[in-house]
């Protein structure tokens, strides 16, 4: 899969920079900057995305995202390592390994890109004693919709007309890393279809309209994190 | 109430059939290097069945009248000059370096010219279009294949009516496969281009769509896409026989 690493600007100092928790049975969670393929697999399809939605992902959505991510940890008692922290090493490592895609087949080289992850979770627990790593994503997934609505990774959404056929939605999804690389829980949350029928027919939404809607945002990212947070709750910190 | 499916495909437009046989004066070529057919990554599972296809177009190119530098010497001639270069991909993203795959395709070219006699160069590939359907047929690039769903009089009846919910979606997009054939001449320049539709990639069952397991693997649709595609190139790059 194609990947995107925006840059991680500092939004919302007084959120992100927390001090480090008092309380030494506080987990630290390292986060990651929730990340947004340019294209995938879908019903055998490519869906690419549009230009216009990279840059509202770039430019203001993935800042929402992040932060609700953020408040939704902290609220579970979690202490949050802001992103540019796991980037940082992110981006040391890979260089490290000058990129983890062949330069001649375009091919993800597996060995490398987990060199690169354990490497990350590693410095990520000695460096700044984070017990986990989460690292969210928005993904593509084919939705069947039919009597007139959609229902995926535990929301729904209205198509506005009776159909039945198949497309695609969005969902966020957020997989939680151990400090030795290996992923231990992961939750999905579904954010927004991409098909409507305001005139009775099956239409794509405008792909600028995927991240507008905050209500739709912040219960994509509470379904998201239930299961990594009911992980957490229930598990030891790695010490 | 119409009905119809949401399948949105990324569409890989070929020029209009007859626009590159239009040109005036064809041009006169003895030796063609023919690359394999090129297949879209989401697809690689089938590079064996797309093997035959390259086959069926050297064939073809043979019986028309021109010289064929085989696909394995020409693919060996591309895969000596990448990794010459370095290859084209970005090892941190993944993603095609534009200027560094063109001077590999213009050493390539260099050498197929001076090592091997090649007056031009073509590339084949398997092209991911949206096909639209209507009434339970597809058609694209030249050919047209049923989608499974329903049509015709029994769709035209019960359109608009309760009972219309028993039927399978009648349009929309879907995806299909083509043959693209491209013919560049050893300065670059895009001599001929033309695409022939093989079959479509998911068929309806039950109304749902499910993918076709072997899209490549019927050779009367094969030879179907290799016509379609080469048909109009002894017009626009003439067999100079006997050079």
């Given at each position: 899969m194609r990947r995107r690493w925006p840059l991680f600007p500092i939004i919302g100092l007084a959120l992100l920079s927390a001090p480090a928790p008092t309380d030494p049975h506080t987990k630290t969670i390292a986060l990651s900057s929730i990340e947004l393929p340019d294209a995938a697999?879908?019903?055998?399809?490519?869906?690419?995305?549009?230009?216009?939605?990279?840059?509202?992902?770039?430019?203001?959505?993935?800042?929402?995202?992040?932060?609700?991510?953020?408040?939704?940890?902290?609220?579970a008692g979690l202490h949050v390592l802001p992103s540019p922290i796991a980037a940082g090493i992110w981006r040391r490592l890979v260089d490290s390994v000058q990129g983890f895609y062949d330069p001649l087949t375009g091919a993800l080289v597996e060995e490398e890109y987990r060199a690169v992850v354990l490497g990350t979770a590693r410095a990520l627990r000695a460096q700044h004693g984070a017990d986990a790593w989460v690292r969210p994503r928005v993904e593509l997934v084919p939705v069947a919709f039919r009597g007139g609505s959609v229902q995926w990774d535990g929301t729904s959404e209205g198509l506005g007309a009776r159909l039945k056929g198949r497309s695609s939605a969005t969902s966020i999804v957020v997989e939680l890393i151990d400090s030795t690389g290996m992923p231990r829980a992961s939750g999905r949350g579904g954010l927004k279809a991409l098909v409507h029928a305001p005139s009775g027919r099956p239409e794509r939404v405008a792909w600028t309209s995927i991240f507008v809607d905050q209500k739709r945002n912040h219960r994509a990212v509470t379904l998201a994190l239930e299961t990594v947070i009911e992980y957490l709750a229930g598990g030891e910190p790695q010490r | 109430m119409n009905r119809c499916i949401a399948l949105l495909v990324v569409c890989a437009g070929a020029p209009p059939a007859d626009a590159w046989a239009a040109q005036a004066t064809p041009s006169r070529v003895t030796v063609v290097a023919l690359a394999p057919v090129e297949v879209p990554r989401d697809l690689a599972q089938h590079g064996l069945a797309v093997t035959r296809l390259t086959a069926l177009i050297a064939t073809t190119l043979r019986d028309s009248g021109y010289a064929v530098v085989p696909p394995e010497t020409t693919l060996a001639v591309w895969v000596r000059t990448r990794d010459a270069l370095g290859g084209f991909y970005d090892t941190y993203t993944g993603k095609v370096i534009p200027t560094k795959r063109d001077s590999i395709i213009s050493a390539t070219r260099l050498a197929l010219r001076d090592g091997f006699g090649a007056d031009v160069w073509v590339r084949p590939s398997i092209r991911i279009v949206a096909a639209r359907f209507e009434g339970g047929r597809a058609r694209w690039d030249g050919i047209d294949d049923a989608t499974g769903g329903t049509g015709g009089p029994l769709a035209f009846l019960l359109q608009g009516t309760v009972w219309s919910a028993l039927l399978t979606p009648t349009s929309g997009t879907i995806a299909g496969a083509s043959l693209h054939v491209a013919v560049d001449d050893m300065d670059g320049r895009r001599l001929y281009e033309r695409a022939g539709g093989i079959r479509l990639l998911a068929h309806l069952v039950q109304g749902e769509w499910q993918a076709v397991t072997n899209p490549f693997g019927d050779p009367s649709r094969n030879a179907t896409a290799v016509r379609l595609a080469l048909d109009s190139l002894p017009v626009v790059v003439a067999p100079r026989r006997g050079r």
């Open positions: 697999l879908v019903d055998s399809n490519w869906i690419r995305l549009d230009a216009s939605a990279r840059a509202t992902f770039d430019s203001a959505a993935h800042h929402w995202l992040d932060s609700l991510i953020t408040v939704g940890l902290r609220d | -």
